[in-house]
């Protein structure tokens, strides 16, 4: 079963172009994580979310968690080429050392 | 954060051999996470691996098929056993440094095809 469903499952679109990605479930999780990978590599950390509500920009890249800790969302900004990858959200259940659950991920098309 | 290697970057293997992927890792961690990934899919995890004790794989994923070996806190393998066609696939290993918020790091992957 899988917990954190993403959407869309794939989106391509021109440079310029904004989109949002969504990370939904019906479970609450302590933290949420955001990943891209690229072809070739492993996933790579984007950011953390722990707070209800809370919302993390980095460059154009916006996070948020939902207030009730059951969601989030990816908003891009003038997406660019570079951009390109598979963005997959994360999200622990609780604190300490455990396994994440993954999110059924979202692969993102950036055209010249 | 930490960095993580991964041997070999890719393999191509015949049906009935068995293949080990090392992990390699710049600093000591206690946990350490192998997951299987169809490209452009999301990840599944194969097992947890904690240096000193048993690996616990998850529903579907058995020791038999899957052993995991984690000798110290730097290192750990993962065998492919007696490989089918529909192991194929990419194989990928983390770690989670220790953080409050369970972030983890990957290695770049192993890409097997069986044939």
């Known amino acids: 079963t899988q917990l954190l469903e993403q959407s869309p499952q794939f989106l391509s679109i021109q440079e310029g172009e904004n989109l949002t990605v969504y990370c939904n479930s019906s479970?609450?999780?302590?933290?949420l994580q955001w990943y891209r990978q690229e072809p070739g590599e492993g996933p790579v950390l984007l950011v953390t979310?722990?707070?209800?509500?809370e919302v993390k920009k980095l460059k154009r890249l916006t996070f948020q968690f939902g207030d009730a800790r059951k969601d989030s969302s990816l908003h891009i900004t003038a997406a660019q080429p570079g951009d390109t990858g598979l963005y997959l959200c994360?999200?622990?259940?609780?604190?300490?050392?455990?396994?994440?659950?993954f999110g059924t991920g979202t692969r993102l098309l950036v055209s010249p | 954060s930490a960095v993580i290697s991964q041997k070999p970057s890719r393999d191509i293997c015949q049906r009935g051999t068995s293949l080990t992927i090392q992990c390699q890792v710049d600093?000591?961690?206690?946990?350490m996470f192998w997951y299987r990934q169809q490209p452009g899919q999301s990840l599944t995890l194969i097992a947890t691996?904690?240096?000193?004790?048993?690996?616990?794989?998850e529903s579907g994923f058995v020791i038999d098929k899957f052993p995991i070996s984690r000798p110290n806190l730097t290192f750990s393998t993962l065998t492919v056993s007696n490989m089918s066609p529909e192991d194929s696939s990419i194989y990928l290993c983390?770690?989670?440094?220790?953080?409050?918020?369970?972030?983890?790091?990957f290695g770049p992957g192993t890409r097997l095809t069986v044939l």
């Open positions: 983390s770690v989670e440094p220790g953080g409050v918020y369970n972030e983890q790091f």
């Open positions: 979310v722990v707070t209800g509500g």
């Open positions: 600093s000591q961690v206690t946990m």
């Open positions: 479970s609450v999780f302590s933290s």
């Open positions: 691996a904690n240096q000193g004790s048993e690996a616990t794989y």
């Open positions: 994360a999200g622990a259940r609780n604190t300490g050392f455990q396994k994440l659950v």
